[in-house]
């Protein structure tokens, strides 16, 4: 049974309902999703997961203390709106797990030492590289089931391809809070504008006051990079979410998206697994700023040189120079 509109049934006519009735002869992780005005219905976050469970116990499935499920998807949804852009095919602004954001999504609350599965199905149509920090993992699981123990890998990064599933398993052997991320730098951002120059370097400064005479809120952004949007809190339209946000135990976390904390602890009580708060670091543990004096580089020839040398080398060397950006004089 399959459920491609014309192909394999007649299509759901709106306002009606079908029945679908199978059996599940194999365990895993699934994603379901329409076939009719996919486009469409899918941009607007018709979409699922369904977890099959061996009935007895199963050679290629471990019993572990958490499992975790997480559908990706995107969606184009401009500041102030509440309907995604179901023509987009490429252009995503809100990277979302389960159809959140963070800071949205619940942390991941394990026991020091449980055995944990995550599951991830990818339905947007880009690849996401989902990364752990403190562990690493082993691959364990496909669209296709449970893998051969032969097969599998460790890991700290897993590419989730478009329309795949990977399993990942790991011990929880690391107290700490220890990011989980995809890690394209992009999807770790919430709703963002994509068409904006690089303003590096640019001094604001007059023209902040000039602008701030006619827009008393105003607020420049961008001459030290993004990271300032953090901790802005400008105003921002109704419905929309920060681009970067999250405050953790040492300041902004400057984060968005496709982001989430797994949170390890000790003391955790079985089958307790609210969340713990900050994790407690210990003396030395926690990096500092040095205040020493710094060492001038060391310059070797072993740093580099010409692979396939010119026999006729030019007079001068070639300089490569590279400047700030400055204002730009159409503006």
Known sequence: ???????????????KTFVYEFTAKRPGTFMYHPHADEMVQMAMGMMGFWVTHPKDKHPLIDVVQRDFCFLLSAYDIEPGAATPKVAEMTDFNLWTW???VFPGIDSLNVRL?????VRIGNLTMTNHPMHLHGHEFVVTGTDGGPTPKSTRWHEVTADVAVGQ?????????????????CHKSHHTMNAMGHDVPTLIGVDHTGLARKVNKLIPEYMVMGERGMADMAEMEMPIPDNTVPMMTGQGPFGSVEMGGMFSVLKVRRDQQP?????????????????????????????????????????????TPTEVKVRKPTSHGAH
Do not use: C
Request: aromatic share 10%; proline share 9%.
């Open 113 to 117: 030492n449980d055995k944990v599965r």
């Open 98 to 100: 389960n159809s959140r």
């Open 1 to 15: 049974m399959d459920g491609v509109a014309g192909l394999n049934q007649p299509a759901i006519p709106a306002g």
């Open 165 to 181: 599933m990977r399993q990942i398993e790991f011990v929880a052997d690391e107290e700490g809070d220890w990011a989980f991320h």
């Open 271 to 315: 089958g307790d697994y609210k969340d713990p708060g900050w994790f407690k670091h210990p003396a030395g543990t926690v990096a500092h700023e040095y205040t020493g004096p710094l060492a001038e580089p060391a310059r070797f020839s072993a740093e580099g040189g010409q692979s396939m040398p010119r026999e006729r080398k030019p007079a």
